[in-house]
C-alpha cells in the first residue's frame, strides 16, 4: 500500500512540475569538522566535586618504554588495540579540578601549545564544563614538567589562574627551578628547565608560588604524597571526602597498555628510572588492596578508576560513565 501511495504522489508531483520528493535525505557529515565533545567529565567523590579535564593528545614512540623487549611492548599495545600512527602511541594528557566545599582546587594545568595544536585545550574545556579560571584559588602541581605546568600561562606570557596560589613540592621546585641544575643539564633537556622557570616565574614574582614537604595538607581535604622517581618531588595527592578516598598520582603510569601488565617498565621521562618503578609498584599495590579511586594524568579519558591485581601485574578498570550523583 505504501509503495503505490508513493508512485500516486510521485507521478502527480510530475504532472504538476515539481520534482519528486526525497524520502531519506543523507545528512552531512558532522565529522568532517573534526570536532568532539567537549572533554570534561564529572564524578563526585562523598561531597566532593571532581571535574576531569581533557588537555589533548600526545605520540610518544613506544621506544621510550625500557623494561620490556620491543616485542613484549608490541603486544601490549595490539592487545588493548592503542591508536598510533607513524608518530607513536596515542598518550592523553588529563587535569582535574577540584570543588572541596570550601575552595576550588586544579591539579596540573596541561601544555598549552608547547606541543602542537592537539594539546592545550584544558582552559576550554573548564569552561565548557562551568568554571572559569579565575575561580581557582589553589593549583597543586604534581611535578613541574611542561605538560603539567604550561598552561599556567596564556598566549601573552601572563598568567592564566589570577586568584591562585601555586604549589609543588619543596623538592621538585629546588630541582627544576635551580639554576646551577639547569646550566648542567644535557642540552636535550634544558628546555624542560627553562619551561618550569618561565611558567612559574610570574606567580613567584607576586609571592604566589608556595612549596611543600611530602604528605602535607595542602588543601582542605586534600594531602600530599610522596611519589618521587618520575621527577625528584613527583608527588601524588590524595582527595578524601568522607569514607571516599581518590589518588591523583600524576605520571605514575605513561602507558595504560604497558605498564599496569608490567609495572617494572620505565619511560625515558623518568629522572630516576629505578625510583619510579619502585613508587609505581608500591602504588598499584596500595590502589588495588585499598581499592582507592585513582586519577592518572596520562590515563584513557577520563583518566578515573580503579586498579585490580591481575596475575604478576594489574588490570586498569575505568570507571563508568553515567549521572553524576552523590
Partial sequence: MRKLLVSAFAALALGAGMAPPSWAETAPMVAQQRTQVPGYYRFMLGQMEVTALFDGIVPLPAKLLSGASAKDVESLLAALFVPRDENGVQTPVNA?????????????????????????FIVDNMKAAGYDPAQVDTVLLTHLHPDHVNGLLGADGQPVFANAVIKAAKPEADFWLNEANAAK???????FYDMARAAVAP???????????AGQAVAPGIDSVAA???????????????????LVWGDIIHSHAVQFRRPDVAIEFDVDKKQA?????QLLADAAKRKLWVAGAHLPFPGIGHVRADGKGYAWVPVEYGPVSR
Fill in 96 to 120: 582535574f579540578l577540584v570543588h572541596t566545599g570550601s575552595g576550588l582546587v586544579l591539579v596540573d594545568t596541561g601544555t598549552a601549545k608547547a606541543f602542537g595544536p592537539g594539546l592545550g
Fill in 185 to 191: 643539564a644535557p642540552a636535550d633537556a634544558k628546555p
Fill in 203 to 213: 606567580y613567584q614574582a607576586t609571592g604566589r608560588f608556595e612549596t611543600f614537604a
Fill in 228 to 246: 618521587f622517581g618520575h621527577t625528584p618531588g613527583h608527588s601524588g595527592y590524595m582527595l578524601t571526602s568522607g569514607q571516599q578516598k581518590l
Fill in 277 to 281: 618503578v619502585a613508587t609505581r609498584k
